[in-house]
């Protein structure tokens, strides 16, 4: 299997512009999350779907970030406009069941706003 | 709402030597998962535990889970180079997601 892919894996933007991440779970996972990691505030959940669907995106920072999932295979993370204080790094992550099952990460996709 | 405290934040230990790494959780854990993660690399899932008590061993690394269910370690033997990194502890949150501590930052000198 190939895992959690997320493109791309380096973005380096200036502030203002649209920036659009994108995620493929690992096939027959039906639960997609997404995650930010900075040095300050750790591991965060932004916002996660089950069968297609948005659970919980009490997580997403502002209106400027969106996302969506059009099928089981495909979700999108954007912000519009950026900010130089959403630099970080943005992981997808992809579970077969919600609740208590494992997690298995994308590589991250590292976002600099300039 | 939960959280996870990690301690230490940041440990660096000689090549060959033991370690233990803690997650303390402020409410009872339903599902606690070590993650280990290299500098710019994604999160890899190291184990599970879910019963009070247990314990799980992958290669040299152990991890338990305390008969409360609010803490939890992860010991490493006569570690090597290729165990430094970030090690996570992530636990079930009451929605089906995860709730990371900040991580600890292991370095092991050769």
């Known amino acids: 299997d190939a895992g959690v892919i997320q493109s791309p894996r380096h973005e380096v933007t200036e502030m203002g512009q649209e920036v659009t991440l994108r995620c493929k779970p690992i096939?027959?996972?039906?639960?997609l999350f997404w995650y930010r990691q900075t040095m300050m505030r750790g591991l965060e959940l932004l916002i996660y779907?089950?069968?297609?669907?948005?659970?919980?995106d009490s997580g997403m920072p502002e209106d400027r970030f969106s996302a969506k999932m059009p099928n089981a295979s495909f979700s999108t993370l954007k912000i519009q406009p950026s900010e130089p204080r959403d630099s970080a790094v943005y992981f997808c992550?992809?579970?077969?069941?919600?609740?208590?099952?494992?997690?298995?990460f994308g590589p991250g996709t590292r976002l600099t706003v300039l | 709402s939960q959280e996870l405290e990690q301690s230490p934040q940041s440990l660096i230990v000689q090549e060959g030597k033991n370690l233990t790494i803690n997650c303390t959780s402020s409410?009872?854990?339903?599902?606690l998962y070590w993650y280990k993660q290299k500098y710019g690399e994604g999160l890899i899932f190291l184990m599970m535990?879910?019963?009070?008590?247990e314990e799980k061993s992958h290669e040299k690394i152990t991890a338990k889970l305390d008969e409360k269910k609010q803490q939890s370690s992860l010991h490493i033997t006569a570690s090597q180079p290729s165990h430094a990194g970030i090690y996570l502890c992530?636990?079930?949150?009451?929605?089906?997601?995860?709730?990371f501590g900040k991580g600890t930052k292991l370095s092991v000198k050769p």
């Open positions: 992550a992809s579970s077969r069941l919600i609740g208590v099952d494992t997690q298995y």
């Open positions: 096939s027959g996972h039906n639960s």
């Open positions: 779907f089950n069968n297609n669907v948005p659970i919980d």
């Open positions: 409410k009872t854990l339903y599902g």
């Open positions: 535990l879910q019963k009070g008590g």
């Open positions: 992530g636990a079930g949150g009451s929605q089906g997601n995860l709730i």
